[in-house]
Nanobody, 123 residues
Framework: QVQLVETGGGSVQAGDSLRLSCTAS????????LGWFRQSPGKEREFVAV????????IVDDSVKGRFSISRDNTKNTVHLQMNSLKPEDTAVYYC????????????????WGQGTQVTVSS
């Protein structure tokens, strides 16, 4: 059974940093894209960042580029999202995703989703 378990969410002040981690288990994740989406109250789920297995291909959404970065540790089947200079508009539930193939922005490209971790940024 595939599981994606997110950790690292919490409540912070604007300008602070958080590091989200997601550990994948239940299958061989070689050649799987791992990454993050988020959803704010009243909004649709939106793409944040994803990275290929090798890490050579990665996409970070323009809305967070320069503040967020994604990295992988394939020895531990883990993907991290380093979030710096957080803003109130970053408040959302952050979901870890996994999908086979190339990196894409659309949520339909990902077969597996974690339960989500809440990030709350206050001004």
């Amino acid at each position: 059974q595939v599981q994606l378990v997110e950790t690292g969410g919490g409540s912070v002040q604007a300008g602070d940093s958080l590091r989200l981690s997601c550990t994948a288990s239940g299958r061989d994740f070689s050649n799987y894209v791992l990454g993050w989406f988020r959803q704010s109250p009243g909004k649709e789920r939106e793409f944040v960042a994803v990275a290929s297995w090798s890490g050579s291909s990665a996409i970070v959404d323009d809305s967070v580029k320069g503040r967020f970065s994604i990295s992988r540790d394939n020895t531990k089947n883990t993907v991290h999202l380093q979030m710096n200079s957080l803003k109130p508009e970053d408040t959302a539930v952050y979901y870890c995703v996994a999908g086979v193939g190339i990196v894409v922005r659309h949520s339909k490209g990902y077969d597996y989703w974690g339960q989500g971790t809440q990030v709350t940024v206050s001004s």
